[in-house]
């Protein structure tokens, strides 16, 4: 099997034999089967996200890093200039810290330089706290905050000291939790496309897409179909969001209360909401009344906003790119290879 994964890794990766010992070590820590199609995901998604690096280079990362800092700054309304003096402090590896985010090249060293910061400076501790600015990491780009719950439910298969921070950033931890991410919850999707979209938007997004759709279609009211079934904020429970406001515009052909659309819509991340009876009845509501059956899934459309990103991209086009790298992953496989050794 590492053969295998190794054979079908892109030509130009760095120890091949080394990336399909984790690769292979992650499918049998989360119980997934290391199936053909399943290589070909984890591996088009690491292409997609490193072009298969461990710890890849992000270009402007120090600009990038600066920019963060004094939007931060202003939030909290500690002035730019004390600051940038702060960061012209010597840190632990003798640098500043300012010196140290210009030179950064990976979201690894990024991150070490925050962790740094925040532990030594006294200003660090106010101005960042615990909130790290770097969100994800490692050869999937996979969410920190994502790695952090995962581990709460299921406790990281390997030795290590490291955080599970520090973890995502390993080649070893960034497969692990990358992979989790992407195939470890049960979905019935009937094309791996939708696996890609979520992967980028959430769990189960593009099944809640197909879902507002259906609930567009059936109120009579647009929806954005972003994934995103409860309005998000700290107020989520005393104002519903569109989606839930269109829903309940129809509680009586659904037969449902609105406490009752709201515990259902709570169940938006897990696979439980296929079952909910808001889930059967809207969608039954919805085919009924277009005269056939709708997607029960679709690409979440959204416009996906970062400091890395300098251009405008969608969901769909990270879900789209991934599914091309899956197809020609998919055509190697049927070409004969000879593997590196093991």
């Known amino acids: 099997m590492r053969a295998q994964i190794a054979s079908l890794l892109p030509t130009n990766t760095v120890d091949r034999p080394g990336w399909a010992v984790d690769i292979h070590a992650a499918f049998v820590a989360l119980e997934i089967k290391p199936n053909l199609q399943n290589i070909c995901a984890v591996i088009a998604v690491t292409e997609q996200e490193s072009s298969v690096r461990a710890d890849p280079s992000v270009p402007n990362l120090g600009r990038i890093a600066w920019e963060e800092i004094d939007r931060r700054a202003e939030r909290l309304g500690v002035p730019k200039f004390a600051v940038h ?20 090249t990976t979201e690894r060293e990024l991150s070490e330089i925050f962790e740094d ?4 400076v006294p200003l660090g501790k106010r101005l960042l706290a615990d909130w790290n600015p770097v969100r994800t990491g490692g050869a999937m780009q996979v969410s920190i905050a994502f ?17 599970i921070r520090h973890e995502v950033f390993t080649r070893r931890g960034g ?8 195939l470890g919850y049960p ?36 929806l ?16 519903p969001g569109s989606t839930e406001l269109a829903v309940r515009s129809i ?17 938006g991340g897990s696979q439980e909401f296929d079952r909910t009876l808001l889930y059967t009845r809207m969608f039954e509501l919805a085919d ?21 990103i300098t251009r405008k991209l969608t969901t769909e086009w990270f879900a789209t790119r991934v599914d091309e790298r899956h197809r020609r992953c998919l055509v190697r496989a049927a070409v004969p290879t000879v593997p590196e050794r093991m």
């Open 251 to 267: 509680s009586k052909a659904l037969d449902m209360n609105h406490q009752a659309i709201r515990r259902a819509l709570e169940q």
């Open 85 to 104: 003096v702060a960061l012209k402090l010597s840190s632990p590896t003798g640098k500043s810290y300012g010196e140290r985010i210009d030179a950064v």
């Open 147 to 163: 790695a952090e719950r995962h581990v709460q439910e299921h406790p990281y298969p390997f030795s290590t000291t490291n955080s």
């Open 224 to 239: 954005d179909l972003d994934g995103d079934l409860l309005r998000q904020g700290d107020d989520d429970t005393a104002k």
């Open 175 to 182: 497969m692990y939790f990358g992979i989790a991410h992407l």
């Open 187 to 222: 979905a019935t999707y009937d094309k791996l496309i939708y696996r890609f979209a979520d992967f980028n938007a959430g769990r189960y997004a593009s099944r809640n897409a197909a879902f507002q759709n259906a609930a567009s279609l059936a109120s009579g009211k647009p």
């Open 117 to 120: 910061f925040i532990a030594m």
């Open 288 to 308: 009924r009344l277009e005269r056939q059956p709708l997607p029960r899934a679709l690409i979440p459309r959204i416009v996906l906003h970062s400091p890395k």
